[in-house]
């Protein structure tokens, strides 16, 4: 290469190089951009717009508030001419000539970045005025053919964003004479597509939404961008980061769920930024100042553990004079179960209202009745909907949802071991149930913050200001097209109003109601399978898990081993159950309920199978006795399997005692299952091999000990009283 070549090289990159460094200079000064959008009203989609232009610090401009809107919906008519009118007039006031307007919509949009970029992207553009940009034609397809065609990307104007200098948009509004209820869409297209006009006011478009995102006809283009702490709207058509993103026409679902996230709303490094933020604490006030909140419970069909929800309700750490109640019962079954809270309870709190069955009122004509029982109640602050199969754990749930201070929230519950919630992430065409990418990781927890989402069910808060402003059909719940749940919800989103859902703390679950009988006295015995989590709640001894860490098992003679096992319940239920169905054994040798019909050592008793719980006892064996017996004989394993299991009962007058014997089993389980002292007087078990005896049965409490060969026992007469134990042999 030669000097003159080298110097010509040199002299290039310098000028480049101070090309670039002018460009970087001429970077338009972020005081000089003013945000303009339009609200005539304050909800929940204009809260988000404002909270992401907060965090970006826009400048903004609101038009149109305490105005009336004039045309019905921006999706139902083209509409929006009041827009252009508003704009117009705002304009007209604006002296300052070098300032740099961006007119957008606020409802359905969202900021993924700041002024810097965004301007920085409106200088490359190379125009004065810069037009959002979508791929759809609307309203008026016959104007298709007359839109310039672009290199790449899309061909259509939308007017739900565009940014310019301030005498060019001026100069382009000036042209409106229009009514409020013409379309702003057919205004400026007009404009865009008359190439004299196009060119006097220097507009463009955004085709590769590299400023603007529009989602209506895009939505597989856009995915979310994770990356250090940030989250943006990424295209993938035009491998652009668009600086605002906008929900147009039919995508409401789809800007709600990126707005769950953007800006920076959700990351993976800091989890919920937002989720503390406007906050409505209650710990200050004082009990009589707290809200007051109407439970409406619903309960439209037989449940599992209705006294346990009862119970529950009973243990919220709310005031109860400050908590109405509104029951529709809908099932006869449990009609004793709500009576007997009501008598027992009801008195506790502020007021109460019993819908019953007879009362032949279906569940949308209960649930409209009861969210106007809150309407027009002058005092109602809130309105909690849950219905019957929801087991809320947390006591200080309502707490919860109250302080997040939002329309409607819904706590996070789920069924055990199952992906089914209380919640929907997406919706499909028809309106029904499409899983989100996100729905997975909100249920196993591995997202945790406050969600926006399409739908909620079984149990929700419902601020009652929105009842009396927005939410004022009485019949939210009917529809020819929807069951009851599905129309509320349908309605909500309509409205264009938020729906919540938090799992920040663990709330509870929902009850499996699929396969519930109601023909036994205590029919939650038989809930093991369908719904174990609550079955143990319920029927588990409170000590249980604590047996090997605690070493609370007792041997009160050579292996023979002694731990807590069923709860007061669970020995009341199964010893009712037992005197429920009645039909004790003579305590004969003749037994044509065993195989080969004869026991040599009978007792009065009455067989597992005989209720047709064999199958659930088993299933206890395996779940609650087992492990036990393998930690106390080691190296024996058993799959707990049993041909006799049985509640025997021992009474003075009747058989008050049993004779030394073997069992046929590898092992023996003997539980007490009532008290010593209380309900009887005497028996007790002997093991005569050691002259050892357990005279103090405790209620609830297991004896584990070898059947065969070396424990030859007898049981020790009952001298008054009744007493009830529940035995099995196990691996006869």
């Not at 000539?97 to 606020?106: G, V």
Request: aromatic share 14%.
């Amino acid at each position: 290469m030669t000097l003159s070549s080298l110097l010509l090289f040199v002299a290039f990159f310098v000028g480049v190089f101070f090309q670039l460094k002018k460009c970087e200079e001429q970077q338009l000064p972020e005081d000089k951009l003013l945000v303009v959008t339009i609200a005539t009203r304050e909800t929940d989609g204009f809260k988000r717009f404002l909270r992401s232009a907060k965090y970006f610090n826009y400048t903004v401009k609101v038009l149109g508030q305490g105005h009336k809107w004039k045309s019905d919906s921006y999706m139902a008519t083209p509409g929006g001419g009041q827009k252009v009118r508003l704009l117009k007039t705002a304009l007209e006031e604006l002296k300052i000539q070098d300032k740099i307007i961006l007119f957008i919509d606020s409802y359905d949009v969202l900021f993924a970045s700041g002024p810097k970029e965004l301007l920085k992207k409106f200088h490359q553009a190379g125009h004065k005025v810069v037009f959002s940009s979508e791929s759809l034609i609307w309203p008026d397809r016959h104007l298709e053919d007359k839109h310039p065609h672009v290199t790449e990307g899309n061909r259509f104007l939308d007017s739900g964003g565009f940014i310019g200098y301030l005498p060019n948009i001026k100069e382009m509004v000036a042209e409106w004479k229009g009514e409020d209820s013409d379309s702003d869409q057919v205004f400026f297209t007009k404009i865009y597509i008359d190439s004299t006009k196009r060119k006097s006011i220097n507009i463009t478009l955004d085709a590769r939404c590299r400023l603007f995102q529009n989602l209506h006809g895009a939505l597989d283009e856009v995915v979310l961008k994770f990356e250090d702490e940030r989250v943006r709207a990424r295209n993938l058509l035009y491998d652009t980061f668009p600086v605002i993103i906008h929900g147009n026409g039919p995508t409401k679902l789809q800007i709600n769920y990126l707005g769950n996230y953007i800006p920076n709303t959700w990351t993976f490094e800091t989890g919920c930024t937002a989720c503390h933020e406007e906050l409505r604490p209650l710990k200050a006030l004082k009990e009589n100042d707290y809200p007051l909140v109407l439970i409406g419970i619903f309960i439209q069909q037989p449940t599992p553990f209705v006294t346990v929800f009862f119970e529950r309700l009973l243990k919220l750490q709310y005031p109860k004079n400050r908590l109405k109640l509104f029951i529709y019962n809908q099932e006869a079954y449990h009609m004793h179960h709500v009576s007997s809270f009501l008598q027992d309870y009801g008195s506790l709190y502020r007021d109460f209202r019993f819908i019953e069955s007879e009362e032949n009122m279906d569940t949308a004509a209960s649930r409209n009745l009861a969210f106007d029982t809150c309407r027009k109640d002058k005092d109602c602050d809130y309105f909690f909907s849950v219905d019957i199969e929801v087991v809320i754990m947390n006591k200080n749930t309502l707490n919860i949802l109250i302080e997040q201070n939002l329309s409607i929230v819904a706590p996070m519950v789920t069924r055990a071991g199952r992906l089914w919630s209380n919640f929907w992430g997406a919706l499909s065409v028809d309106g029904y149930y499409a899983r989100s990418e996100d729905y997975v990781d909100i249920v196993q927890g591995r997202r945790v913050g406050v969600w926006n989402v399409p739908y909620v069910s079984s149990v929700y808060l419902v601020k009652a200001s929105l009842l009396r402003t927005e939410l004022t059909d009485y019949k939210l719940f009917n529809s020819h097209n929807f069951d009851p749940d599905m129309a509320y919800c349908h309605t909500i989103r309509d409205k264009g109003i938020f729906m919540h859902l938090t799992n920040m703390h663990s709330f509870g679950h929902i009850l499996s109601t699929e396969n519930y009988q109601t023909t036994h006295l205590h029919n939650d015995l038989w809930q093991i399978f369908e719904n174990p989590q609550d079955w143990r709640d319920r029927y588990i001894h409170e000590n249980y898990t604590h047996i090997i860490k605690d070493k609370l098992i007792e041997t009160p003679c050579p292996d023979v081993y002694w731990f807590p096992v069923f709860s007061d319940i669970a020995c009341n239920h199964l010893v009712e159950e037992m005197e429920y169905f009645g039909k004790w054994s003579g305590g004969r040798n003749v037994d044509p309920r065993i195989q080969g019909g004869y026991e040599n050592v009978p007792t009065v008793d009455i067989h597992m199978n005989q209720i047709n719980f064999e199958k659930e006892w088993h299933k206890f064996l395996l779940e609650y006795i087992a492990p036990i017996t393998e930690k106390m004989y080691p190296g024996y394993y058993t799959k707990a399997q049993f041909d006799l299991a049985f509640v025997v009962r021992y009474k003075p007058d009747e058989q008050p005692s049993l004779k030394p014997h073997h069992d046929a089993s590898t092992f023996t389980i003997n539980i007490a299952l009532n008290q010593l002292g209380l309900d009887y007087q005497g028996g007790g078990c002997r093991f005569l091999r050691y002259d050892c005896s357990i005279q103090a049965p405790r209620k609830g409490w297991a004896l584990l000990h070898p059947g065969r060969l070396t424990h030859y026992h007898e049981g020790l007469p009952t001298t008054t009283g009744i007493r009830y134990i529940a035995v099995s042999f196990v691996d006869p």
